[in-house]
């Protein structure tokens, strides 16, 4: 099939779309199967279309905490349903980016290799990584990692970092993985913590923090929602019970909600163009992945959170990306690349250009390509890249234009929706939104955990979030 020819093929396919008609799987079957080699990965983007005829209208972005993609999803590359679904589909080149089969020296000198956690020990708290330290993502942490492997000395690990997890340990992932896109080079930000990461996602810079530092009052400077808001965009923070947005201070307050009134919401179909969803932070019954939280939790929170959404009146316009602020210290194969930033340095210590480490990522659409692996290279800031697009005019790709961006991230960031489909269209989930998820472990026992504290519990406890939003706050904790 030559270039006319796919794209006629493409104009047939999005007529169809453009009168309602839903594109199911065996119409997308069919039409892979008319597509020759390398060329069934090609396909018109959303991105092709004016913003607001791209069929995404609203965005729901739940941001989990300190996972590496191999640890999650590296499974992927070695499933044989799922890798020949995706050749049948787009060609025999079809596969993922990913490596579970690794190992690392020990500071002993021996050579340890990577491991599936929860078959690996006894006991009913294995699955949160009782015993064990918190694996080291912080900055130096991370540079250790990356230039003398997971279990260097300075990262601080020990061998819960070179746990993996299956297909069958993540049902919701699995099925969001085979139904949608996966994304298998999206690296956290920076090369560190929580709060610089969520900054990035939040305004395209962390002000310069290398460490989950605050400012008292809240970061003052411009973040992507002030710009949304003041463009008419609407935008809520659903926080479980510590609103990530309250990181900038009481200038975000108007924007939260609690997480009840996201499944309300969802179900009366008012949800806001752009939602952030946030998972519960602190035990008892933490949900966010960050060890030690049981990760049935965090599949249970991703299956009802998807799942409201994908039972609403919005979802057929919807886009919901669910994606991890860094990789926690977990084992990845990737090398973490360098990207332009208004802060790099070639000083490797000062550089902000340093993104993180692979973390997963899947985006969930009826417009998302079905079992697709997206090798595109993105970070946090291509959801800013995506929303910019599609709500304040920025262009869909390249850094051109005229001041449209918050900083040099992204305004060079490759744009979220790349792989999102304007000749696909099939609502349709494709699997049973309520998926049974085995009862999660209590707590680990003080004295049987090395534990890691939360920056946003920590903050909590310290009385930030109640010195800058104290009504915001009162009405979560009515609900928790």
């Not at 991105?47 to 992927?76: C, H, K, Q």
């Not at 969001?176 to 920076?190: G, I, Y």
């Not at 955990?449 to 009405?475: I, K, N, Q, W, Y």
């Amino acid at each position: 099939m030559d270039r006319r020819q796919f794209l006629r093929h493409s104009a047939q396919l999005a007529g169809a779309a453009a009168v309602g008609t839903t594109l199911g799987w065996n119409a997308v079957e069919a039409a892979a199967a008319n597509l020759d080699g390398h060329r069934r990965t090609k396909f018109r983007s959303v991105l092709d279309l004016p913003a607001a005829e791209s069929g995404i209208d609203t965005v729901v972005i739940v941001m989990m905490e300190n996972r590496s993609f191999d640890a999650y999803l590296g499974w992927l590359a070695h499933e044989p349903g799922y890798l020949a679904a995706g050749r049948r589909r787009y060609g025999k080149s079809f596969s993922v980016i990913g490596d579970q089969n690794l190992a690392y020296p020990a500071p002993d000198g021996s050579v340890i290799s990577t491991a599936h956690y929860p078959l690996r020990s006894a006991g009913p708290e294995i699955h949160r990584g009782c015993g064990h330290p918190d694996p080291g993502h912080g900055w130096d942490q991370g540079r250790a990692e990356r230039d003398h492997g997971f279990l260097d000395v300075a990262s601080g690990n020990d061998e819960f970092a070179l746990s993996t997890w299956r297909r069958n340990d993540l049902p919701v992932y699995r099925n969001l993985a085979e139904r949608f896109t996966v994304c298998d080079r999206w690296h956290a930000s920076l090369l560190g913590p929580t709060f610089p990461n969520r900054e990035y996602l939040m305004s395209a810079q962390s002000g310069g923090h290398k460490d989950n530092s605050l400012d008292p009052n809240g970061f003052q400077w411009e973040a992507l929602f002030d710009r949304l808001l003041a463009g008419g965009v609407s935008v809520h923070d659903y926080a479980s019970d510590l609103p990530q947005t309250l990181l900038f201070g009481s200038r975000a307050a108007p924007m939260v909600r609690t997480i009840t009134d996201y499944f309300d919401d969802c179900a009366a179909g008012t949800l806001p163009q752009v939602s952030y969803v946030d998972p519960k932070f602190a035990e008892p019954n933490e949900n966010d992945d960050h060890p030690l939280a049981d990760f049935r939790f965090g599949q249970a929170f991703i299956r009802d959170t998807f799942a409201a959404f994908a039972r609403s009146p919005q979802w057929a316009r919807g886009l919901f990306i669910v994606v991890y602020d860094e990789w926690g210290g977990f084992a990845d194969h990737v090398a973490p690349p360098v990207v332009p930033d208004a802060m790099a340095s070639p000083i490797d210590e000062e550089n902000f250009g340093q993104a993180g480490f692979r973390v997963p990522a899947i985006l969930a659409s009826p417009r998302a390509l079905p079992g697709f692996a997206d090798h595109t290279r993105y970070d946090h800031t291509s959801i800013l890249r995506l929303l910019e697009w599609r709500f304040l005019g920025a262009p869909p790709e390249g850094p051109g234009g005229n001041g449209w961006w918050l900083t040099t991230r992204d305004q060079y960031a490759n744009n979220a929706g790349r792989s999102l489909s304007a000749d696909v269209f099939d609502p349709d989930p494709g699997f049973d939104l309520d998926v049974h998820i085995d009862p999660g472990t209590p707590p680990c026992a003080p004295s049987g955990a090395v534990e890691g504290t939360h920056p946003m519990v920590l903050a909590r406890d310290r009385g930030f979030f109640e010195h800058v939003a104290p009504s915001a706050m009162r009405r979560i904790a009515a609900t928790v």
